[in-house]
């Protein structure tokens, strides 16, 4: 789809076309909407924080938006560590990207169980995004993939896909380095690697994180093969 406020909408992986990820819906233009409208979106899972929700309202109507909240504290470490007097190198921001994908695991986990929850509830179309559809909604993206038994390449693949779709506007109000920007605006394998290396640390891997963490047993994890995998 040409969408000139939405760089980053596609399906997830080879889920059912009602199911899709995205960047935010704060800029989409009338024919954007126009266009999403005609997919039958009913549904939006919103991971942004509060202000970044505040900043740019979905511009969809006719859609019931359930907030998941997690916070952004990524821009907010960096500029703070810059303030201090620290030179910031690229493999720096690397390994900060990679402490917030370990804390989606370590605090967030809940988020992400009510996302599976409203996964759940029904399969009516659906968008679930963050603020450039990267971080936040790429570890959910990954973790549904995964819950629906995907392998590690395709969940890779989908996951870096967002370098190919993704238009590099501002997620900093232009207050960082560009060496920082570079990092920030781009998905990188370790990144991912991090999430699932606290999955591994904390609950043992997978399938004790879908179980203990999200809530996703074996009934659960069925129930979401039958709604959206679009071979069933």
């Known amino acids: 789809m040409n969408l000139a406020g939405c760089s980053n909408f596609r399906t997830t992986g080879f889920l059912k076309p009602a199911l899709f990820r995205s960047d935010h819906l704060g800029a989409l233009n009338e024919d954007d909407a126009r266009q999403l409208q005609s997919l039958g979106i009913r549904r939006v899972l919103d991971f942004r924080g509060v202000n970044e929700r505040a900043g740019a309202i979905c511009a969809l109507s006719g859609v019931t938006v359930h907030s998941l909240a997690i916070e952004p504290t990524i821009v907010q470490t960096l500029n703070g560590l810059l303030a201090a007097g620290h030179q910031l190198t690229s493999a720096d921001v690397v390994a900060h990207m990679q402490d917030t994908y370990r804390g989606f695991v370590r605090h967030n986990t809940h988020r992400f169980a009510e996302f599976f929850g409203h996964l759940l509830a029904s399969n009516e179309p659906t968008v679930f995004h963050c603020t450039a559809g990267k971080d936040r909604t790429g570890f959910a993206a990954a973790l549904l993939l995964h819950a629906l038994d995907a392998s590690q390449e395709d969940v890779m693949r989908d996951y870096l896909l967002t370098n190919e ?11 960082l380095p560009p060496h920082v920007t570079a990092v920030l605006y781009r998905v990188q394998p370790e990144f991912l690697q991090a999430a699932f290396e606290a999955v591994d640390a904390d609950y043992g891997g997978l399938d004790g994180y879908f179980r203990e963490g999200l809530g996703l ?6 129930r979401l093969r039958e709604l959206y995998l679009a071979n069933t």
């Open 217 to 222: 047993r074996e009934a659960e994890r069925e």
């Open 165 to 175: 779709r993704l238009k590099p506007v501002s997620l900093t109000g232009g207050q």
